[in-house]
T-cell receptor, first 109, second 116 residues
Framework: AQRVTQPEKLLSVFKGAPVELKCNYSYSGSPELFWYVQYSRQRLQLLLRHISRESIKGFTADLNKGETSFHLKKPFAQEEDSAMYYC???????????FGKGTRLSVIA | GAVVSQHPSWVICKSGTSVKIECRSLDFQATTMFWYRQFPKQSLMLMAT?????????EQGVEKDKFLINHASLTLSTLTVTSAHPEDSSFYIC????????????FGEGSRLTVL
C-alpha cells in the first residue's frame, strides 16, 4: 500500500529563515512524488514534482530513495509562503494521488 | 487557465435532501476523474474514481449508495450526495488525470457542502 507521511501539522518560521517541510513515503515501486500548495480559499496548485527537478518560488525538493523522503526546502521564507502544503505520491500517470495530511506553514514577519 | 471546473462552489442544504456536484473538464476529454473529500484542516481522501461509460470504483469505506457518481460524458462527472446528513458536510474536490503519463493532475476549485 502507498502511504505519505508529513510529520508536522504546523510549522512556524520567521521571515528570511530557512524552511524544510518533511515528507516520507512508503511504496514498493518507483512512485512519482509531488508537492502541492493550497493558499487560503484557493484550489490546490502543483508546486513541484520530482521528475522535473525544478525550483518554483524558491522551493526545491529532492527525492531520496534510500530514505524514502521528498522534503521541501526553501532557503529564505517569505510571508507569502504561508499556506497549506501537501506531499503526494502517484503510482503512474493515470492513477490518483495519495496525499499526506499536510503541513501548515506560517511565516512570521 | 483552469482546466477542471466544479459547480457549485458552495452549497447549503437541509438534512435528507440530495445535492449534485458537477465536475467538468474544460478543454480536454477525461475518461477518468477522481473524487476527493477534504474535512476541515485535514488532507484529501480519495473517495472514488469515475469512469466514462462504466461504473465508478469506490474506495474502501465509501458508501456507493450514499455518494452516487456518474460519468455521463467525456467532459462531465457528477457526484450526488443522497439523503445528506450534517456529517456529510465537507469540501469535495474532483481531479482529472494528465493528458500524458508524465503530465500534471488537474484539480477543480472544490465544492463546499454544508448540511443543516
Amino acid at each position: 500500500a502507498q502511504r505519505v507521511t508529513q510529520p508536522e501539522k504546523l510549522l512556524s518560521v520567521f521571515k528570511g529563515a530557512p524552511v524544510e517541510l518533511k515528507c516520507n513515503y512508503s511504496y514498493s515501486g518507483s512512485p512519482e512524488l509531488f508537492w502541492y500548495v493550497q493558499y487560503s480559499r484557493q484550489r490546490l496548485q502543483l508546486l513541484l514534482r520530482h521528475i522535473s527537478r525544478e525550483s518554483i518560488k524558491g522551493f526545491t525538493a529532492d527525492l531520496n530513495k534510500g530514505e524514502t523522503s521528498f522534503h521541501l526546502k526553501k532557503p529564505f521564507a517569505q510571508e507569502e509562503d504561508s499556506a497549506m502544503y501537501y506531499c503526494a505520491l502517484r503510482r503512474s500517470g493515470n492513477t490518483p494521488l495519495v496525499f499526506g495530511k499536510g503541513t501548515r506553514l506560517s511565516v512570521i514577519a | 487557465g483552469a482546466v477542471v471546473s466544479q459547480h457549485p462552489s458552495w452549497v447549503i442544504c437541509k438534512s435528507g435532501t440530495s445535492v449534485k456536484i458537477e465536475c467538468r473538464s474544460l478543454d480536454f476529454q477525461a475518461t477518468t476523474m477522481f473524487w476527493y473529500r477534504q474535512f476541515p484542516k485535514q488532507s484529501l481522501m480519495l473517495m472514488a474514481t469515475s469512469n466514462e461509460g462504466s461504473k465508478a470504483t469506490y474506495e474502501q469505506g465509501v458508501e456507493k449508495d450514499k455518494f452516487l457518481i456518474n460519468h455521463a460524458s467525456l467532459t462531465l462527472s457528477t457526484l450526488t450526495v443522497t439523503s445528506a446528513h450534517p456529517e456529510d458536510s465537507s469540501f469535495y474536490i474532483c481531479s482529472a488525470p494528465p493528458r500524458t503519463s508524465s503530465g500534471e493532475l488537474f484539480f477543480g476549485e472544490g465544492s463546499r457542502l454544508t448540511v443543516l
